[in-house]
């Protein structure tokens, strides 16, 4: 959990202090504006895109549940096998 946590703050940290900085200075250009929003709103999908890999590779519970959806069953076969009708 600590490794989803510091991944939360990490990624979400930048937009929640853009958008005060936003809110505080309304002197700011709109060129800065919309480079610092497109990093934000990556940094938020970025964080949402990670999190299934870090459940996968860390999570017991996962990692078995996943293991028994990759496993490949033997087929069923259709028909009859002695040939007869």
């Known amino acids: 959990m600590i490794i989803v946590s510091v991944t939360f703050i990490v990624c979400w940290l930048p937009g929640n202090i853009y958008f005060l900085a936003v809110d505080i200075s309304s002197e700011m250009q709109a060129d800065s504006l919309f480079v610092g929003y497109s990093f934000t709103v990556f940094m938020m999908y970025l964080n949402v895109s990670v999190n299934p890999f870090i459940y ?12 028994r959806l990759i496993i490949c069953h033997k087929g069923v076969t259709v028909g009859n096998d002695s040939g007869t009708a």
Request: a positive charge; aromatic letters at 0%; glycine letters at 8%.
């Open 56 to 67: 996968a590779l860390k999570h017991d519970g996962v990692k078995q549940r996943l293991a």
